[in-house]
């Protein structure tokens, strides 16, 4: 059993900052990518940032300049540390992670059950 547990999320003000945080747990043999995508209501889920193990980053054009994603291998966890926050970046935030669970098993997505951020005065 593999879970991806979110925090961070919330309220914030425009020009506000937030911390997102995603702990993988459970049996994991290797994690290969990492990141985060958002989704709004009745919208397509989109691709926020993505790290490989091995440092690789990708940024939507959208966050360029104001998120930073990280990951801490030896914990199993992704941030995000977004800054400069808009209206437009209020959406669910769901941590996406491709496990190995042992040596000889196939790599597997995982999604985390979602954290909610609104950025609204």
């Known amino acids: ?6 925090s961070g999320g919330g309220l914030v003000q425009p020009g506000g900052s937030l911390r997102l945080s995603c702990a993988a747990s459970g049996t994991i043999f290797e994690i290969s990518g990492m990141g985060w995508y958002r989704q709004a209501p009745g919208k397509q889920r989109e691709l926020v940032a993505a790290i490989t193990s091995g440092g690789s980053i990708n940024y939507a ?25 808009k209206p437009e970046d209020t959406d669910v935030y769901y941590c996406h992670a491709e496990i190995r669970r042992t040596l000889i098993s196939p790599r597997v997505t995982y999604w985390g059950q979602g954290t909610q951020v609104t950025v609204s005065s």
Do not use: P
């Not at 059993?1 to 979110?6: A, D, K, P, T, Y």
């Not at 054009?61 to 926050?85: H, P």
């Open 1 to 6: 059993q593999v879970q991806l547990m979110e």
């Open 61 to 85: 054009g959208s966050v360029k300049g104001r998120f930073t994603i990280s990951r801490d291998n030896a914990k199993n966890t992704v941030y995000l540390q977004m800054s400069s926050l």
